[in-house]
């Protein structure tokens, strides 16, 4: 999973990166709002850790604004305020979680995972002789790994929470790409095609997008 961690102590950033890289996250690192937002524009995130008081203007004010541009991406902010009208407002704003510096970075990994089943009910999911590890994003067949990408995984993540649903090809390529790659039918195709290797109980609504039927 791809992590953003934007906070300005770099000795303390680079403590981040360093533990969450070990723990097998990809990580990007931002030390004020603006190059954080650089970084928004080229890549996109599962996770952001964001620190409140910032150069130019605060955690809390970014956050608002990536809110207000539907981005629901999770955050956790890591903050040295202590007041709870603080912890309120970052709730209210749209943070998942608070954690108050100093940080044990044992805690902040079980709290990453929390957020992270939260979002998708689970770390991993069974699918008869299938298993889906939703934080590394890979697809196991009787425990054996299969090559699938990211992207798959991600579309494939998005059928199954769509319950039976149609999910329209817009959505998929919203969840797919950034706003700033350029977008591929032809790869979605591709996508559908690994994974109905795998669950060819997987249609096509001409036109409109795909399904997952029980």
């Known amino acids: 999973m791809n992590i953003l961690i934007l906070e300005d102590d770099k000795l303390f950033n680079e403590t981040l990166q360093d533990f969450l890289e070990e723990e097998g996250f990809d990580v990007e690192f931002a030390l004020d709002p ?18 409140v008081n910032l150069p130019y203007e605060s955690g809390f004010s970014l956050l608002k604004k ?26 209210n704003i749209g943070a998942d979680d608070y954690m108050k510096k100093p940080i044990d970075l044992d805690e902040l990994l079980l709290r990453i995972h929390a957020v992270l089943r939260r979002k998708y009910r689970s770390d991993k999911i069974v699918i008869g002789k299938y298993t889906i590890d939703v934080v590394a994003k890979k697809l196991y067949h009787n425990n054996k790994q ?9 579309l494939l ?14 959505q998929i390529e919203e969840q797919l790409w950034h706003s700033n790659e350029e977008v591929s039918l032809g790869a979605i195709r591709v996508y559908i095609t690994i994974l109905k290797r795998y669950f060819p109980n997987i249609k096509n609504i001409r036109g409109i997008g795909y399904r997952l039927r029980d």
């Open 66 to 91: 990536l809110r207000d541009s539907n981005d629901i991406t999770p955050t956790i902010f890591l903050t040295s305020r202590e007041d709870k009208a603080s912890m309120i407002d970052g709730f």
């Open 146 to 154: 299969l090559k699938v990408t990211n992207k798959a995984i991600d």
């Open 34 to 51: 603006y190059t954080a937002l650089d970084l928004l524009y080229k890549k996109k995130f599962d996770l952001y850790l964001f620190d």
């Open 157 to 170: 993540l998005l059928l199954l929470n769509a319950k039976g649903e149609v999910v329209q090809i817009a």
